[in-house]
Nanobody, 118 residues
Framework: QVQLVESGGGLVQPGGSLRLSCAASGFTFSSYAMSWYRQAPGKERELVARITSTGGSTNYADSMKGRFTISRDNSRNTVYLQMNSLKPEDTAVYYC???????????WGQGTQVTVSS
């Protein structure tokens, strides 16, 4: 069965960095675009970044451009989110997402908590 398992979240001070990982299994990882979303308390889930199946193209929400980097390693079936210059407003649960396509539906991981606080 499809599994997406996020890791790497935690507590970090403002200005710090974290790298999130999402390990995928149960499907042909290299065939799917992947995304990271986040959801802060009381807010809607929002797109953070997306990467194509080959990793050749990425896009970001405006507020993350220049601070966050999405990447993937198809040999390890893993997608990453490098987060730098973190701000308190980046505090949220971060979710890994398999982008739905004609190959298969969208699928979500269970999320990992990121808290930015001094």
């Amino acid at each position: 069965q499809v599994q997406l398992v996020e890791s790497g979240g935690g507590l970090v001070q403002p200005g710090g960095s974290l790298r999130l990982s999402c390990a995928a299994s149960g499907f042909t990882f290299s065939s799917y675009a992947m995304s990271w979303y986040r959801q802060a308390p009381g807010k809607e889930r929002e797109l953070v970044a997306r990467i194509t199946s080959t990793g050749g193209s990425t896009n970001y929400a405006d507020s993350m451009k220049g601070r966050f980097t999405i990447s993937r390693d198809n040999s390890r079936n893993t997608v990453y989110l490098q987060m730098n210059s973190l701000k308190p407003e980046d505090t949220a649960v971060y979710y890994c997402n398999r982008v739905g396509s004609w190959l298969g539906p969208s699928y979500w991981g269970q999320g990992t908590q990121v808290t930015v606080s001094s």
